[in-house]
């Protein structure tokens, strides 16, 4: 473990590579200002972050009179990590380097109800795959998104999945992963709060200031299922009822498109377990190119979507709301569309502006964020370069 000076450094490592990757170049000068931290300790950082291959020098600010200030880049070539999604019938990796580009991609597909033990073959024969692409430089660590459901299990899922991958590996919980990957795409504002609603079979809510989440980690629940949207509803296992899950979880959605005569015929859903994802996509790719019924599934869901999203965020002063997931990113303009109706409208009447916008982060903005998550963890000279798999990591207490 490293001492809680360390700590304190791998943060202002973090925190300086991060506004120069935001800024592209920028100076000591800049970087002392941006963090409110005194110059000196800014040069002793840059220094530590130079020798490292993290920073590189990017010549000379053009001169104001006095003496010119020396620019700093980020080292694209320096480091690169491996998000990695586990959804029902396959794993998608992403390999991004420091300034958050996509180095390389692969899906591999997975047995149905696979057993942690298929799990952790299919994720090291996608490993064989994706690394020789970028050989030069070996991954500095796997971030794994830990997909809906899997809770209390996770540790030990995770434990049994990677071990003896000889990769630091870090895991967070999906919506997590999904802000992340997000923010560093550059789709949400660099400061102040953004939520990021993602959905994949549950419906999860991550809110992060300034690029942090604010979430303490995966166990704990961010998810916004429970939101009561009709009180006059279906009781719910919560002893609520009328809540979100009842009609815009993925389970609800193809439960609405299956009652509908004929149409989970027309659009071939598998209605299995293991095709969740796809026969959601299926019928948001059918609702964006118009198909009536298709329509009124997508459209009720998101109806409650956005209901839920105001009583979640409308309360804390969320000035930016993106929405991501597989189901949401194939009909990203009749998102946007029911969103403004229901939400930024409804922020507007109160004199409020929110931007909501639908994530375009491909593949996966989870495995992007969690490719994020292991970079942010596992780079900066601060911190070890190896560790043992920690199953459970919470995210504030790995990145600094
Ligand atoms: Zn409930």
New binding site residues.
């Given amino acids: 473990m490293p001492s809680t000076g360390g700590r304190r450094a791998s943060a202002t490592d973090a925190a300086i590579l991060e506004i120069v990757r935001r800024r592209s170049e920028t100076s000591r000068v800049e970087i002392s200002r941006e963090l409110g931290v005194t110059p000196a300790t800014v040069t002793y950082a840059v220094k530590r972050l130079l020798a490292a291959g993290l920073l590189r020098e990017a010549g000379f600010a053009q001169s104001n009179g006095g003496k010119r200030a020396s620019l700093l880049r980020v080292n694209d070539q320096a480091r690169w990590a491996i998000g990695c999604t586990i959804d029902a019938d396959r794993l998608s990796l992403a390999g991004v380097d420091l300034t958050g580009a996509l180095r390389a991609r692969i899906a591999v597909p997975l047995a149905p109800s696979p057993t942690p033990t298929q799990i952790g073959e299919a994720l090291r024969r996608a490993l064989s795959m994706i690394r020789p692409e970028t050989q030069a430089h070996s991954a500095t660590g796997l971030g794994i998104a830990i997909p809906y459901g899997i809770g209390a299990e996770g540790p030990d899922l995770l434990r049994e999945i990677t071990e003896g991958l000889g990769i630091p590996v870090i895991s967070a919980n999906s919506p997590a992963c999904a802000a992340l990957g997000s923010y560093w795409s550059g789709e949400q504002p660099e400061s102040g709060l953004c939520a990021t609603v993602h959905m994949d079979a549950g419906l999860g809510l991550s809110i992060l200031q300034d690029g942090r989440p604010l979430q303490p980690g995966p166990g704990s629940s961010s998810t916004l299922?429970?939101v009561?949207i009709d009180p006059d509803g279906p009781p719910?296992?919560?002893?609520?009822s009328g809540?979100l899950?009842q009609y815009a979880s993925a389970r609800a959605i193809i439960a609405h498109a299956s009652r509908l005569d004929g149409l989970a015929r027309d659009l071939g859903l598998l209605l299995t377990d293991s095709s969740l994802s796809s026969d959601i996509v299926l019928i948001a790719l059918a609702a964006a190119r118009g198909e009536g019924r298709a329509r009124d599934v997508l459209v009720t869901a998101l109806e409650a979507v956005a209901q839920a999203v105001w009583s979640a965020t409308s309360a804390l002063g969320i000035r930016a709301v993106v929405l991501s997931g597989p189901g949401l990113q194939a009909a990203p303009v009749l998102v946007g569309e029911t969103m403004d109706r229901l939400f930024t409208a409804r922020a507007r009447n109160l004199g409020a502006e929110v931007a909501v916008s639908v994530s375009q982060v491909q593949p996966h903005p989870c495995a992007v964020g969690a490719a994020v998550l292991a970079l942010q963890t596992f780079m900066t000279p601060g911190h070890p370069s190896r560790s043992e798999p920690t199953g459970g990591a919470s995210l504030t207490g790995k990145v600094g």
């Fill in positions: 299922d429970h009561s719910c296992e919560c002893g609520g809540c899950h």
